[in-house]
Structures are given as structure tokens and as C-alpha cells.
């Protein structure tokens, strides 16, 4: 091989290196975005999670149950 093909290599090297680099580091970004929203989508379900519970062993009233049965609707007969 002659200097300059070992130039060339060399150099087809060094940008192939420098392609790889640039498209980690956009990985990387893209992964850390995508971990901010796993870790948000984790806190919403969470969150869901304790609101059932504490709805299921609270027994918190639910308001439209309690109104239906105190007000009574207008054209039903009460029995």
C-alpha cells in the first residue's frame, strides 16, 4: 500500500469515527428523553393506583350517588 491509499484509509477512518460519535450522542439525548417520559408515565400511574386505593378503602362518597338519592328526579314516583 502506498502513502497515500494509507492517507485515505486513515482519513475514511477517522470521519467514520466521527459519524459513529455524533449518532452515540444522539442516542444518548434520545434515550434520556425517552427515560423523563418513562419516569413521568410511572409517577401518573402511581398516583392512579393510590387514588383506587384510597378510594376503595376510604369509602369516599360518591357526590352524584348521594345527590341521585337525595334529590329525587323530577317525574319518578317515589316509592
Known amino acids: 500500500m502506498t502513502n497515500e491509499k494509507k492517507i485515505i484509509v486513515l482519513s475514511e477512518l477517522i470521519e467514520n ?12 439525548e ?5 427515560q423523563r417520559k418513562i419516569a413521568n408515565l410511572q ?3 402511581d398516583l392512579t393506583k ?8 376510604d369509602n369516599v362518597i360518591d357526590i352524584k350517588e348521594k345527590v341521585e338519592k337525595t334529590i329525587p328526579i323530577i317525574g319518578e314516583k317515589n316509592e
Open 17 to 28: 469515527k466521527l459519524r459513529k460519535e455524533q449518532e452515540l450522542e444522539f442516542y444518548q
Open 30 to 34: 434520545q434515550l434520556a428523553a425517552i
Open 43 to 45: 409517577k401518573d400511574v
Open 50 to 57: 393510590l387514588i383506587i386505593d384510597i378510594i376503595e378503602t
